[in-house]
């Protein structure tokens, strides 16, 4: 691939609900550790993401059913790291603050903010890490209650690309290329070709089946131990 990925694709299985389409729900991996998370509908293929990251040598972490009590609730979705530091969305049907509480443990030497969601769409429906200090924004009032909110609470400060169309606003940081969708009118992510590479990609169809699109990628960084797949 030209933004510089190595891919394993999780090959079709009959009888899987739809969730398990959503790998990028399925796990959050910063940093060697890799956290399996408890969606409020568990996908049935989270076993074989675990073992994958495993052999991939990520410290595998599984999310534990409660927390004080409490169910946890906890999606990929809803989990944005920027590089510095972690952004957790908590809404209704989605990652709870049990949730947030698990990421804040795992990722201790990180600032874990949570931030409340009105919507029932995750945080990476509304904002996106772009590169470097730069985060993708929809033009929505929704989303921009949200980064008010960020920016009370964030350690550090970013700059913000708003989108006209709120469908653009989800997009993948990879390495130094972003990936984002060129099915839909925005223009807004030219403004960003000096500093990095864009490619867009086509995601009318896989839209129809769930949003965002990174929902459907589970990116991780190499870790130099690599394990043999084989």
Sequence with gaps: ???????????????????????????????????????????????????????????????????????????????????REIFVGVRKNGTNMEGALVVGRTFSDLAVIPISLAGSQ???????????????????????????????????RYKTLTVEHDEAGNCLSVNDSVIYRQDVPETKFQVLQERVQLMGIIASELSKIGKPISRFILLTAKINTLKSLW
């Design 122 to 156: 995750p945080l990476r429906h509304y904002i996106s890490f772009v590169s470097n200090d730069v985060l993708s924004v929809c033009n929505c009032k929704e989303a921009k209650l949200i980064v008010q909110r960020m920016e009370r609470e964030a350690t550090f």
């Design 1 to 83: 691939m030209q933004a510089g990925v190595d891919i394993i694709e999780l090959s079709p299985e009959e009888g899987c609900l739809q969730q398990s389409l959503f790998t990028g729900d399925a796990a959050i991996c910063i940093n060697g550790t890799a956290l399996i998370t408890r969606p409020s509908k568990r996908g049935c293929r989270f076993s074989e993401i675990s073992s994958l990251l495993g052999q991939l040598s990520w410290q595998v972490v599984e999310t534990p059913a409660s927390e004080h009590g409490k169910d946890v609730v906890l999606e990929g979705s809803d989990v944005l790291y920027t590089g």
